[in-house]
């Protein structure tokens, strides 16, 4: 049974924390470097529902995405309902270890588990990192598509192979456009536009997606005459970073498989995006209602 510091460390070799943002908060957030470690839950939040669904699995490390805590704090106060997540971990000897810039740009990384999840060829990095020599790690993902489908069939395809959120899949674009080539991008992606109009592909997928950059995007390309239209598919985060959990735990797995460690792997399947209901729109009564 491997001790806690000799899982983080075999963790950091796969999501070096040096190669986190500068503004992130990677790394250990509480636990004892020298307990052991049988039980390891991946999840994407760090919040109570996960912190509690660690404890009732009896895990004793839990790896979120987001950090916990991403500014100073000065209070672990149970009255916080962070610092509750601390005290419920601490109470029950679980870790909790945070890898989230440092996983986004990792080769393979988030983008590449979503990229997988949505059954596209890797073709490259969309921002890649300018100190990586191998050229293979760095922001989003550039894909293709093994047969071109219609926007609309990839938007099904997405709605399909994601987990299932209230919000579902948004489409900005002509649903009968063909998308060979799509950018992907796990979390929030609409500060990636340049790169991704730069990358010329059909289609690009990620979350969070505003109304102006959208917009601006899409009035863009309808007036540039070199680009095809580009369409845009908004999910939610927590969907597009789920996919990342389950190759995590199989990245450990295969780590703990290489040391004999005794160490039973587990990914949430609680949702935790904070959506929790969608109302479609019935009103017939505006002509460019979406279809
Ligand atoms: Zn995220």
Redesign the pocket.
């Known amino acids: 049974m491997p001790r806690l510091s000799e899982v983080i460390a075999a963790l950091d070799a796969l999501w070096p924390p040096e190669r986190a943002e500068a503004w992130d908060a990677v790394g250990t957030v509480c636990g004892d470097p020298d307990q052991d470690v049988s039980r390891v839950l991946f999840a994407?939040d760090p919040v109570q529902e996960i912190a509690d669904e660690a404890v009732k699995l009896g895990a004793d490390l839990l790896v979120t995405?987001?950090p916990l805590y991403l500014r100073g704090t000065t209070t672990v106060a149970a009255s916080t309902f962070k610092g509750r997540v601390v005290h419920t971990l601490i109470k029950n000897d679980v870790a909790l270890h945070v890898a989230h810039t440092n996983a986004d740009t990792a080769d393979p990384g988030v983008s590449d588990a979503l990229a997988g999840a949505l059954d596209l060829r890797v073709v490259r990095p969309l921002v890649p990192d300018p100190t990586d020599a191998t050229g293979c790690r760095g922001l989003g993902r550039v894909c293709a598509l093994d047969h071109p489908l219609t926007v609309r069939e990839f938007a099904a395809r997405a709605a399909e192979r994601l987990p299932a959120t209230a919000q579902g899949i948004r489409v900005a674009g002509d649903p009968d456009a063909l998308v060979r080539t799509v950018a992907v991008s796990?979390?929030?992606g609409d500060s990636l536009f340049d790169a991704v109009r730069a990358a010329g592909v059909d289609a690009f997928l990620t979350a969070d997606l505003r109304h102006h950059p959208v917009s601006e995007a899409r009035a863009r390309s309808a007036h540039s005459t070199a680009d095809t239209p580009l369409a845009l598919l908004d999910a939610a985060?927590w969907a597009t970073?789920w996919p990342w959990c389950e190759l995590a735990a199989a990245q450990l797995d295969e780590i703990s498989d290489r040391h004999g460690w005794d160490l039973r792997v587990h990914v949430s399947k609680t949702v935790t995006d904070p959506w929790t209901a969608h109302a479609a729109s019935i009103t017939t009564d505006f002509p460019g209602a979406p279809n």
């Open positions: 994407v995405h987001h796990g979390g929030s985060h970073e």
